[in-house]
């Protein structure tokens, strides 16, 4: 009776944390070896906003790709002007993006360019995301930079103006992705010199929870310079499959279920690591009513179909559990 107590009282404790399943924290930062395969293509409109959305981007192709790595600071060998700096970003060209990554948010701290021997270096960081960020999270950051270009003095000030618009489901080339947080950013900033350069970029960002990278981004970029302006537009998607979908951050396996409740067939969504998944079915008493294996599958995002028809309506526990014993839950109901 005291382990089932025990479990019941677990239970309900895990029962308001799943209604934010669509919440980006830190856990969705980039860490030290990440690294990700990106395709670029042709632009298309971001589509709505506001919940319950589905996005329709399956029709995307990929013109060329890039592979986006992370490392420590340390490693690059330009560290030293960025001391607040967690990890550095490099697209293999031999430039490097510093940030910070913390518990409020996501801060670019500045840039490296090897090939000009420059130094970048935010004196006020800017927040490219704010943590937590779920939907309607919103905010507003200054930043600025004071650098030397060829020679030139180069004075940077403006803000970025952030906000989680949209929630619901993307479908991309690969198939469909649930449970997507959707983040806008508009950043307006001005590069004073000899002459000014000013910036307005409004990009679209597509998150699933529990993967460190963007499932998508979509750039709308605008340049002006004496009083013309020059725009660019075009997506960056990231690439499913091995070394694309990163193993999912901290001790959880992270995953969906869904239609939730269900009456005959529920359909779990989640992200490969690599090795053989336990799925269990619990039912309030604690008792396994279902059990199965899911062998080994490469690093991606998958579907699993979960037959419930014969099962008596009912709150149940979905869990998964992989091979050294990380575990993930969510809760479902069956009509």
Request: hydrophobic content about 35%; charged content about 15%.
């Amino acid at each position: 009776m005291m382990k089932r107590y025990t479990f019941l009282a677990s239970f309900a404790f895990l029962l308001p944390t799943l209604g934010v399943a669509q919440t980006i924290t830190d856990n969705e930062s980039p860490i030290d070896g990440d690294s990700f395969i990106d395709n670029y293509a042709a632009y298309m409109a971001p589509g709505p906003g506001g919940s319950g959305q589905t996005w329709d981007f399956s029709m995307l192709t990929s013109d060329s790709t890039r592979t986006v790595s992370f490392q420590t600071p340390a490693s690059t060998g330009y560290d030293s002007g960025f001391p607040n700096a967690t990890i550095a970003e490099t697209t293999g060209v031999g430039d490097y993006t510093f940030f910070e990554s913390s518990s409020a948010g996501y801060d670019l701290q500045g840039v490296y360019l090897t090939s000009l021997m420059q130094e970048i270096v935010y004196q006020d960081p800017e927040r490219v995301l704010a943590f937590p960020c779920m939907l309607n999270t919103n905010w507003t950051d200054d930043f600025s930079s004071s650098f030397t270009s060829v020679g030139f003095p180069v004075t940077r000030t403006g803000s970025v103006t952030g906000m989680a618009d949209g929630s619901g489901t993307l479908i991309m080339p690969y198939g469909t992705v649930n449970n997507v947080l959707r983040i806008m950013t508009n950043e307006v900033y001005t590069d004073a010199t000899i002459v000014n350069i000013n910036y307005d970029f409004t990009t679209y960002f597509y998150y699933k929870p529990g993967v460190r990278h963007p499932l998508m981004m979509v750039f709308d970029q605008s340049i002006t310079t004496f009083g013309n302006t020059t725009t660019n537009q075009f997506i960056i998607w990231m690439q499913q499959g091995p070394q694309s979908v990163a193993e999912l951050t901290g001790n959880n396996v992270h995953f969906d279920v869904f239609p939730n409740p269900a009456t005959d067939v529920a359909t779990v969504e989640y992200g490969s690591v690599g090795e053989a998944l336990d799925l269990e079915l619990i039912d309030l008493a604690g008792r396994v009513v279902h059990q199965e294996r899911i062998g080994i599958l490469p690093l991606g995002m998958y579907r699993h179909e979960l037959d419930v028809q014969e099962l008596p309506a009912g709150v149940y526990q979905v869990r998964m559990t992989t091979a050294n014993g990380d575990q993930g839950v969510r809760r479902l109901v069956v009509q």
